[in-house]
């Protein structure tokens, strides 16, 4: 099945920084790269999302990069602010005949006024 | 639009006792999903429906663990007896039809917070 490994587990940056998540997958069949954002206590909730037809995808602030070649994608954050402050999650999704998404284990992004 | 609705959001029993957790989808959305998220982790993948079948069931711990979506719309799902290790928080998610291969964004609900003594 597929293994989706988050880097790092605790992310702490000043307030205006940038920031960097990495996500790397072993199945070649997934085609689908969702990031979610959960804050404490609340649901998960989507910020973007990358196809395996697509090597960059940006959003305001937000941009995500996905490598095929090496299975592994991103999750770029701009000009950090408080707010940003949540746990965020990567996931893939196979398209191998099975549509189980496989989630990362989650970053804890902080960011410090 | 309301978003995905569950109940109860907290549940506190002791262990060998059944539970079970309520799931509202939005509407018009065929496809759900029930996750488990143990703290710090991610969601795991526990059951996925299309509409009233269950195509992906391979991570439901079928011993005591069971889900029904009758009629393809709100779903439950039960455990028959509890353990301690299924403290966890049971989330629910819904997104319209996957076609194509091609997948929509997952909405994801609350959360049930289930406590096991």
């Known amino acids: 099945g597929e293994n989706v490994e988050q880097h790092p587990s605790t992310l702490s940056v000043q307030e205006g920084d940038s920031a960097v998540i990495k996500c790397t997958y072993s199945?070649?069949?997934?085609?689908?790269f969702p990031w979610y954002k959960q804050e404490l206590g609340k649901r998960p909730q989507l910020i973007i999302d990358i196809r395996s037809n697509v090597g960059e995808k940006k959003d305001q602030r937000i941009a995500v990069t996905l490598n095929k070649t090496a299975k592994h994608f991103s999750l770029h954050i701009t000009e950090t602010q408080p707010e940003d402050s949540a746990v965020y999650f990567c996931a893939a999704y196979s398209s191998g005949g099975s549509y189980i998404p496989t989630f990362g284990r989650g970053t804890s992004l902080i960011v410090h006024p | 639009e309301a978003g995905v609705v569950q109940s109860p959001r907290y549940k506190i029993i002791e262990k060998k006792q059944p539970v079970a957790f309520w799931c509202n989808p939005i509407?018009?959305?065929?496809?759900l999903y029930w996750y488990r998220q143990n703290l710090g982790q991610g969601p795991e993948l526990l059951i996925r429906?299309?509409?009233?079948?269950?195509?992906?069931d391979s991570q439901l711990p079928k011993d005591r663990f069971s889900a029904e979506r009758l009629k393809g719309v709100d779903s439950t799902l039960k455990i028959q007896p509890a353990e301690l290790g299924d403290s966890a928080v049971y989330l629910c998610?819904?997104?319209?039809?996957?076609?194509?291969?091609?997948?929509?964004?997952?909405?994801f609900g609350p959360g049930t917070r289930l406590t096991v003594l």
């Open positions: 509407s018009g959305h065929n496809t």
């Open positions: 998610a819904s997104s319209p039809r996957i076609l194509g291969g091609s997948y929509n964004e997952q909405f």
């Open positions: 199945d070649s069949a997934s085609n689908y």
């Open positions: 429906y299309e509409n009233e079948e269950a195509v992906d």
